[in-house]
């Protein structure tokens, strides 16, 4: 019986392994496969989603385009990363690849992502990018530097 439990918990423990290197294999392709890759520096603290990132380097990988689009924020020394999602395009945009950011409740909040290279403004907070231009007077942007393959 003992025997069999021991047989059990390895198998366990091969498909738990098998499973992550799966996924680590996965990761790794969406990020050569990546339809943005991009890099920006915060001199504050900011909200994002769930996340709060604290100033410093980043870099921002967007592997599809498709609804729901994920970005991942990583910091430039890959010590720290989080996963945001944005069910809302609007497009086509000009300008410059950058976060958008407002204040919310007292603190920095990235309300959208405007990439006009990719022709589209990802949002994430539909209630900050809705509010009217003379409520915008406080934006703030944040450039976001297009990634060296």
């Given at each position: 019986m003992r025997a069999n439990q021991t047989v059990a918990g390895i198998k366990m423990l091969l498909a738990t392994l098998v499973i992550s290197l799966s996924c680590v294999g996965m990761m790794q392709a969406q990020g050569e496969?990546?339809?943005?890759?991009?890099?920006?520096?915060?001199?504050?603290q900011v909200h994002w989603g769930k996340s709060v990132l604290q100033p410093g380097d980043y870099t921002i990988?967007?592997?599809?385009?498709?609804?729901?689009t994920f970005a991942l924020i990583s910091k430039a020394d890959g010590n720290w990363g989080t996963r945001v999602v944005s069910g809302v395009?609007?497009?086509?945009?000009?300008?410059?690849?950058?976060?958008?950011l407002k204040d919310k409740d007292g603190q920095l909040t990235v309300?959208?992502?405007?990439?006009?290279?990719?022709?589209?403004?990802?949002?994430?907070d539909p209630s900050l990018?809705?509010?009217?231009?003379?409520?915008?007077?406080v934006s703030r942007t944040?450039?976001?530097?297009?990634a060296k393959r």
């Amino acid at each position: 019986m003992r025997a069999n439990q021991t047989v059990a918990g390895i198998k366990m423990l091969l498909a738990t392994l098998v499973i992550s290197l799966s996924c680590v294999g996965m990761m790794q392709a969406q990020g050569e496969l990546a339809v943005y890759r991009g890099r920006f520096t915060l001199s504050y603290q900011v909200h994002w989603g769930k996340s709060v990132l604290q100033p410093g380097d980043y870099t921002i990988t967007i592997p599809s385009t498709g609804l729901p689009t994920f970005a991942l924020i990583s910091k430039a020394d890959g010590n720290w990363g989080t996963r945001v999602v944005s069910g809302v395009h609007s497009g086509p945009t000009k300008g410059v690849n950058a976060l958008l950011l407002k204040d919310k409740d007292g603190q920095l909040t990235v309300h959208s992502l405007s990439l006009p290279s990719l022709g589209i403004v990802l949002i994430y907070d539909p209630s900050l990018a809705r509010e009217s231009v003379q409520e915008a007077r406080v934006s703030r942007t944040v450039p976001v530097m297009l990634a060296k393959r």
